[in-house]
DNA sequence: ATACAACTTAAAGTCAGCTTTAAGTCAAGA
DNA sequence: TCTTGACTTAAAGCTGACTTTAAGTTGTAT
Protein backbone atom coordinates (compact mmCIF):
# COMPACT_ATOMS: atom_id res chain seq x y z
CA UNK A 1 0.00 0.00 0.00
CA UNK A 2 1.41 3.14 -1.19
CA UNK A 3 0.50 7.16 -0.07
CA UNK A 4 1.46 10.20 -1.69
CA UNK A 5 2.93 13.00 0.00
CA UNK A 6 -0.45 14.42 0.77
CA UNK A 7 -2.08 11.28 2.02
CA UNK A 8 0.85 10.64 4.64
CA UNK A 9 1.11 14.33 5.41
CA UNK A 10 -2.42 14.36 7.03
CA UNK A 11 -1.94 10.77 8.35
CA UNK A 12 0.77 12.79 10.55
CA UNK A 13 -0.92 15.77 10.62
CA UNK A 14 2.05 18.45 9.02
CA UNK A 15 1.90 19.93 6.04
CA UNK A 16 3.01 18.28 2.65
CA UNK A 17 5.44 20.97 1.85
CA UNK A 18 7.12 20.07 5.28
CA UNK A 19 8.15 16.65 3.58
CA UNK A 20 9.29 17.88 0.50
CA UNK A 21 11.54 20.12 2.24
CA UNK A 22 12.95 17.29 4.39
CA UNK A 23 13.01 14.84 1.27
CA UNK A 24 15.05 17.54 -0.05
CA UNK A 25 17.18 17.87 2.79
CA UNK A 26 18.25 14.47 2.50
CA UNK A 27 16.26 13.20 5.54
CA UNK A 28 14.22 11.03 2.94
CA UNK A 29 16.18 8.90 0.67
CA UNK A 30 13.76 5.64 1.44
CA UNK A 31 10.83 7.63 -0.08
CA UNK A 32 10.24 5.45 -3.86
CA UNK A 33 8.95 7.52 -7.02
CA UNK A 34 6.78 6.14 -9.47
CA UNK A 35 7.44 6.54 -12.83
CA UNK A 36 5.95 9.33 -13.66
CA UNK A 37 8.02 11.02 -10.57
CA UNK A 38 5.39 10.80 -7.99
CA UNK A 39 6.43 10.49 -4.41
CA UNK A 40 5.36 6.54 -3.14
CA UNK A 41 5.44 6.49 0.72
CA UNK A 42 4.85 2.99 1.74
CA UNK A 43 3.50 1.88 5.42
CA UNK A 44 6.96 0.51 6.13
CA UNK A 45 8.23 4.76 5.98
CA UNK A 46 5.74 5.70 9.42
CA UNK A 47 8.62 4.00 11.39
CA UNK A 48 11.55 6.23 9.83
CA UNK A 49 9.25 9.11 9.70
CA UNK A 50 8.45 8.64 13.56
CA UNK A 51 11.87 8.71 14.22
CA UNK A 52 12.78 11.48 12.85
CA UNK A 53 9.77 13.30 14.34
CA UNK A 54 10.91 11.92 17.93
CA UNK A 55 14.63 13.16 17.57
CA UNK A 56 13.34 16.47 16.33
CA UNK A 57 11.47 16.77 19.57
CA UNK A 58 14.52 15.82 21.11
CA UNK A 59 15.73 19.24 19.84
CA UNK A 60 18.57 17.46 16.30
CA UNK A 61 18.74 19.65 13.98
CA UNK A 62 17.72 19.02 10.31
CA UNK A 63 21.54 18.26 9.13
CA UNK A 64 22.33 15.93 12.45
CA UNK A 65 18.71 14.15 11.07
CA UNK A 66 20.35 14.01 8.00
CA UNK A 67 23.24 12.48 9.11
CA UNK A 68 21.66 9.77 10.87
CA UNK A 69 19.60 8.77 7.75
CA UNK A 70 22.66 8.68 6.18
CA UNK A 71 24.29 5.86 8.73
CA UNK A 72 20.50 4.08 8.37
CA UNK A 73 21.32 3.88 4.77
CA UNK A 74 25.01 2.75 5.28
CA UNK A 75 24.11 -0.64 7.28
CA UNK A 76 25.36 -2.38 10.23
CA UNK A 77 28.83 -0.86 9.91
CA UNK A 78 27.17 2.08 11.54
CA UNK A 79 25.17 0.81 14.25
CA UNK A 80 27.88 1.76 17.19
CA UNK A 81 27.66 5.21 15.88
CA UNK A 82 23.61 5.42 15.95
CA UNK A 83 23.91 3.52 19.33
CA UNK A 84 25.76 6.76 20.99
CA UNK A 85 23.71 9.26 19.03
CA UNK A 86 20.96 7.92 20.87
CA UNK A 87 22.54 8.07 24.12
CA UNK A 88 23.97 11.25 23.61
CA UNK A 89 20.24 12.61 22.71
CA UNK A 90 18.88 10.59 26.13
CA UNK A 91 21.17 12.78 28.27
CA UNK A 92 20.11 15.85 26.08
CA UNK A 93 16.82 15.38 26.75
CA UNK A 94 17.24 14.46 30.14
CA UNK A 95 18.90 17.87 30.95
CA UNK A 96 16.44 19.54 29.07
CA UNK A 97 13.94 18.32 31.65
CA UNK A 98 16.01 18.97 34.04
CA UNK A 99 16.06 22.81 32.73
CA UNK A 100 12.52 22.84 32.46
CA UNK A 101 11.86 21.62 36.23
CA UNK A 102 14.22 24.39 37.18
CA UNK A 103 12.08 26.77 35.10
CA UNK A 104 8.82 25.39 36.84
CA UNK A 105 10.16 26.23 40.46
CA UNK A 106 10.54 29.93 39.73
CA UNK A 107 6.91 29.98 37.84
CA UNK A 108 5.54 28.58 41.26
CA UNK A 109 7.39 31.39 42.86
CA UNK A 110 5.90 33.61 40.96
CA UNK A 111 2.67 32.30 40.62
CA UNK A 112 2.67 32.61 44.73
CA UNK A 113 4.02 36.34 44.62
CA UNK A 114 1.50 37.68 42.26
CA UNK A 115 -1.40 35.37 44.19
CA UNK A 116 -0.38 37.22 47.10
CA UNK A 117 -0.24 40.52 45.43
CA UNK A 118 -3.65 40.39 44.01
CA UNK A 119 -4.95 39.25 47.75
CA UNK A 120 -3.22 42.12 48.90
CA UNK A 121 -4.02 44.36 46.06
CA UNK A 122 -1.20 45.75 45.51
CA UNK A 123 2.90 44.16 44.89
CA UNK A 124 3.92 46.29 47.68
CA UNK A 125 3.35 44.01 50.23
CA UNK A 126 6.59 42.15 49.19
CA UNK A 127 8.65 44.78 50.34
CA UNK A 128 10.90 44.42 53.11
CA UNK A 129 9.10 41.42 54.07
CA UNK A 130 10.64 39.56 56.61
CA UNK A 131 12.54 36.18 54.10
CA UNK A 132 10.84 33.96 57.26
CA UNK A 133 7.22 34.85 56.11
CA UNK A 134 7.86 33.18 52.40
CA UNK A 135 6.78 29.61 52.30
CA UNK A 136 9.99 27.78 52.70
CA UNK A 137 9.93 25.87 49.06
CA UNK A 138 10.25 29.13 47.75
CA UNK A 139 13.47 30.56 50.16
CA UNK A 140 15.94 29.64 47.89
CA UNK A 141 14.26 30.45 44.70
CA UNK A 142 13.70 34.52 46.25
CA UNK A 143 17.67 34.05 47.15
CA UNK A 144 18.45 33.36 43.53
CA UNK A 145 16.62 35.22 41.83
CA UNK A 146 17.80 38.46 44.11
CA UNK A 147 21.55 37.51 43.89
CA UNK A 148 22.20 35.00 40.72
CA UNK A 149 25.03 33.01 40.90
CA UNK A 150 28.57 35.54 40.27
CA UNK A 151 30.58 35.07 37.12
CA UNK A 152 33.82 35.90 38.94
CA UNK A 153 36.25 34.64 41.40
CA UNK B 1 26.01 50.73 42.40
CA UNK B 2 25.91 50.51 38.46
CA UNK B 3 27.45 48.42 36.05
CA UNK B 4 27.10 48.96 32.07
CA UNK B 5 26.48 46.64 29.62
CA UNK B 6 29.31 44.79 29.36
CA UNK B 7 29.70 44.12 33.05
CA UNK B 8 26.48 42.76 33.59
CA UNK B 9 26.57 40.68 30.56
CA UNK B 10 29.60 39.22 31.69
CA UNK B 11 27.77 38.27 35.09
CA UNK B 12 25.31 36.77 33.36
CA UNK B 13 26.97 35.37 30.99
CA UNK B 14 25.46 36.58 27.54
CA UNK B 15 26.69 39.07 24.60
CA UNK B 16 26.56 42.29 25.52
CA UNK B 17 25.08 42.70 21.75
CA UNK B 18 22.03 40.51 23.21
CA UNK B 19 21.03 42.89 25.99
CA UNK B 20 21.40 46.12 23.50
CA UNK B 21 18.55 43.88 21.42
CA UNK B 22 16.72 43.24 24.55
CA UNK B 23 16.43 46.79 25.10
CA UNK B 24 15.77 47.74 21.74
CA UNK B 25 13.16 45.25 21.28
CA UNK B 26 11.53 47.07 24.91
CA UNK B 27 12.47 44.15 27.22
CA UNK B 28 14.49 46.43 29.40
CA UNK B 29 12.34 49.75 30.23
CA UNK B 30 14.08 49.90 33.53
CA UNK B 31 17.34 50.87 32.47
CA UNK B 32 18.52 53.82 33.34
CA UNK B 33 21.20 56.02 31.47
CA UNK B 34 23.82 58.48 32.54
CA UNK B 35 24.15 61.78 31.48
CA UNK B 36 26.05 60.82 28.47
CA UNK B 37 23.72 58.17 26.95
CA UNK B 38 25.45 54.88 28.39
CA UNK B 39 23.16 51.91 30.31
CA UNK B 40 23.40 52.43 33.68
CA UNK B 41 22.27 48.49 35.30
CA UNK B 42 21.90 48.47 38.75
CA UNK B 43 21.73 45.43 41.73
CA UNK B 44 17.69 45.39 41.81
CA UNK B 45 17.82 44.55 38.11
CA UNK B 46 19.27 41.12 38.25
CA UNK B 47 15.75 40.15 39.17
CA UNK B 48 14.15 41.52 36.34
CA UNK B 49 16.88 39.67 34.26
CA UNK B 50 16.45 36.48 35.93
CA UNK B 51 12.81 36.85 35.12
CA UNK B 52 13.43 37.58 31.85
CA UNK B 53 15.67 34.40 31.36
CA UNK B 54 13.00 32.17 32.88
CA UNK B 55 10.10 33.52 30.88
CA UNK B 56 12.16 32.75 28.05
CA UNK B 57 13.41 29.21 29.05
CA UNK B 58 9.89 29.05 29.44
CA UNK B 59 9.17 29.40 26.10
CA UNK B 60 7.99 32.60 25.58
CA UNK B 61 8.73 35.52 22.53
CA UNK B 62 10.46 38.71 23.02
CA UNK B 63 7.17 40.10 22.09
CA UNK B 64 5.43 38.19 24.97
CA UNK B 65 7.77 39.29 27.43
CA UNK B 66 8.15 42.83 26.10
CA UNK B 67 3.96 42.59 26.82
CA UNK B 68 4.61 41.77 30.40
CA UNK B 69 7.50 43.87 31.04
CA UNK B 70 4.69 46.59 29.46
CA UNK B 71 2.18 44.91 32.92
CA UNK B 72 5.14 45.79 35.51
CA UNK B 73 5.75 49.07 34.64
CA UNK B 74 2.26 49.86 34.55
CA UNK B 75 1.85 48.37 38.21
CA UNK B 76 -0.77 47.24 40.77
CA UNK B 77 -3.66 47.22 37.83
CA UNK B 78 -2.78 44.53 36.05
CA UNK B 79 -1.72 42.26 38.75
CA UNK B 80 -3.78 39.42 37.99
CA UNK B 81 -3.37 39.49 34.17
CA UNK B 82 0.45 39.07 35.38
CA UNK B 83 -0.79 36.10 37.54
CA UNK B 84 -2.89 34.28 34.86
CA UNK B 85 0.30 34.65 32.30
CA UNK B 86 2.46 32.81 35.21
CA UNK B 87 -0.66 30.26 35.67
CA UNK B 88 -0.48 29.93 31.52
CA UNK B 89 3.46 29.16 31.32
CA UNK B 90 3.43 27.16 34.08
CA UNK B 91 1.11 24.83 32.34
CA UNK B 92 2.70 25.25 28.71
CA UNK B 93 5.79 24.00 30.97
CA UNK B 94 4.09 20.93 32.37
CA UNK B 95 3.22 20.42 28.90
CA UNK B 96 6.63 20.17 27.36
CA UNK B 97 7.73 18.36 30.11
CA UNK B 98 5.00 15.58 29.53
CA UNK B 99 6.48 15.92 25.74
CA UNK B 100 10.07 15.64 26.47
CA UNK B 101 9.30 12.10 28.68
CA UNK B 102 7.27 11.16 25.83
CA UNK B 103 10.56 11.68 23.84
CA UNK B 104 12.39 10.00 26.00
CA UNK B 105 10.60 6.67 26.18
CA UNK B 106 11.26 6.21 22.54
CA UNK B 107 15.04 7.28 22.60
CA UNK B 108 15.14 4.36 25.76
CA UNK B 109 13.56 2.10 22.61
CA UNK B 110 15.85 2.86 20.31
CA UNK B 111 18.81 2.47 22.57
CA UNK B 112 17.95 -1.01 23.84
CA UNK B 113 17.16 -1.67 19.67
CA UNK B 114 20.85 -0.85 18.61
CA UNK B 115 22.19 -2.34 21.97
CA UNK B 116 21.13 -5.86 20.53
CA UNK B 117 21.97 -4.75 17.67
CA UNK B 118 25.26 -3.94 18.09
CA UNK B 119 25.75 -7.18 20.37
CA UNK B 120 24.17 -9.58 17.11
CA UNK B 121 26.10 -7.20 14.83
CA UNK B 122 23.06 -6.40 12.80
CA UNK B 123 19.88 -4.99 12.82
CA UNK B 124 18.51 -7.72 10.67
CA UNK B 125 17.94 -9.68 14.34
CA UNK B 126 14.88 -7.19 14.64
CA UNK B 127 13.36 -8.53 11.54
CA UNK B 128 10.14 -10.65 12.17
CA UNK B 129 10.71 -10.50 15.99
CA UNK B 130 8.07 -12.37 18.07
CA UNK B 131 6.81 -9.53 20.14
CA UNK B 132 6.87 -11.19 23.34
CA UNK B 133 10.81 -10.65 23.18
CA UNK B 134 10.64 -7.58 23.26
CA UNK B 135 11.11 -6.05 26.36
CA UNK B 136 7.58 -5.25 28.02
CA UNK B 137 8.06 -1.89 28.60
CA UNK B 138 8.76 -1.33 25.00
CA UNK B 139 5.88 -2.60 23.42
CA UNK B 140 3.51 0.12 23.01
CA UNK B 141 6.64 1.96 21.82
CA UNK B 142 7.48 -0.09 19.42
CA UNK B 143 3.66 -1.07 18.57
CA UNK B 144 3.38 3.28 18.18
CA UNK B 145 6.33 3.64 16.02
CA UNK B 146 4.76 0.91 13.50
CA UNK B 147 1.33 2.44 13.47
CA UNK B 148 1.24 6.04 14.65
CA UNK B 149 -2.05 7.09 15.86
CA UNK B 150 -4.60 7.25 12.61
CA UNK B 151 -5.60 10.70 12.07
CA UNK B 152 -9.35 9.58 9.97
CA UNK B 153 -12.57 8.72 11.42
C1' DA C 1 -10.21 13.23 -24.79
C1' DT C 2 -10.45 16.46 -21.43
C1' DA C 3 -10.74 18.49 -17.13
C1' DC C 4 -9.00 19.03 -12.73
C1' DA C 5 -7.06 18.18 -8.33
C1' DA C 6 -2.80 16.93 -6.62
C1' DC C 7 1.57 16.23 -7.74
C1' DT C 8 6.61 18.13 -9.30
C1' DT C 9 10.76 21.59 -8.92
C1' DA C 10 13.54 25.78 -8.19
C1' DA C 11 13.67 29.89 -6.27
C1' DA C 12 12.18 33.42 -3.45
C1' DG C 13 9.98 34.87 0.86
C1' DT C 14 9.15 34.77 5.95
C1' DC C 15 10.03 34.72 10.81
C1' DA C 16 12.47 34.74 15.21
C1' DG C 17 16.31 35.82 17.48
C1' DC C 18 20.20 37.33 17.48
C1' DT C 19 25.11 39.16 15.56
C1' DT C 20 27.97 42.12 12.92
C1' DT C 21 29.34 46.35 10.93
C1' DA C 22 30.10 51.19 10.52
C1' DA C 23 30.43 55.51 12.18
C1' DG C 24 30.56 57.99 15.88
C1' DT C 25 30.59 59.31 21.42
C1' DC C 26 31.93 58.76 26.29
C1' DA C 27 34.91 58.65 30.21
C1' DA C 28 38.97 57.08 32.86
C1' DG C 29 44.08 56.89 33.07
C1' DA C 30 48.86 58.71 31.58
C1' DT D 1 44.94 67.01 26.68
C1' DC D 2 45.15 62.93 24.47
C1' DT D 3 44.65 58.07 23.95
C1' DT D 4 42.09 54.12 24.31
C1' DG D 5 38.74 50.77 25.29
C1' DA D 6 34.01 50.42 25.96
C1' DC D 7 30.08 52.54 25.01
C1' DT D 8 26.14 54.41 21.48
C1' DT D 9 22.86 53.77 17.26
C1' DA D 10 20.96 52.30 12.80
C1' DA D 11 21.13 49.20 9.50
C1' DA D 12 22.45 45.16 7.37
C1' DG D 13 23.54 40.24 7.75
C1' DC D 14 22.96 35.51 9.35
C1' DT D 15 20.84 30.86 10.61
C1' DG D 16 17.40 27.44 10.88
C1' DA D 17 13.26 25.78 9.59
C1' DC D 18 10.01 26.19 7.06
C1' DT D 19 6.29 28.34 3.52
C1' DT D 20 4.90 30.36 -0.66
C1' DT D 21 5.00 31.12 -5.47
C1' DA D 22 5.28 30.11 -10.26
C1' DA D 23 5.42 27.26 -13.93
C1' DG D 24 4.81 22.93 -15.34
C1' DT D 25 3.45 17.50 -15.04
C1' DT D 26 0.75 13.42 -13.52
C1' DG D 27 -2.96 10.56 -13.14
C1' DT D 28 -7.86 9.69 -12.19
C1' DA D 29 -12.76 10.50 -13.18
C1' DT D 30 -16.05 11.57 -16.40
Redesign the pocket.
Known sequence: MFY????I?KKLN?????L?????EGLLPFVE???????MFSDKDFESLSVIECL?KAG????DIRLFMEWCAQGDATISDRLSLFRRQREQVLSQIRQLEETLEILDYKEWYYETALQAGTCAIHENTDPQKIPKRFQNIQRRLHHPPSQDP
Open positions: TVGEAIPPSTRYYDKRSSGGIRKMSIK
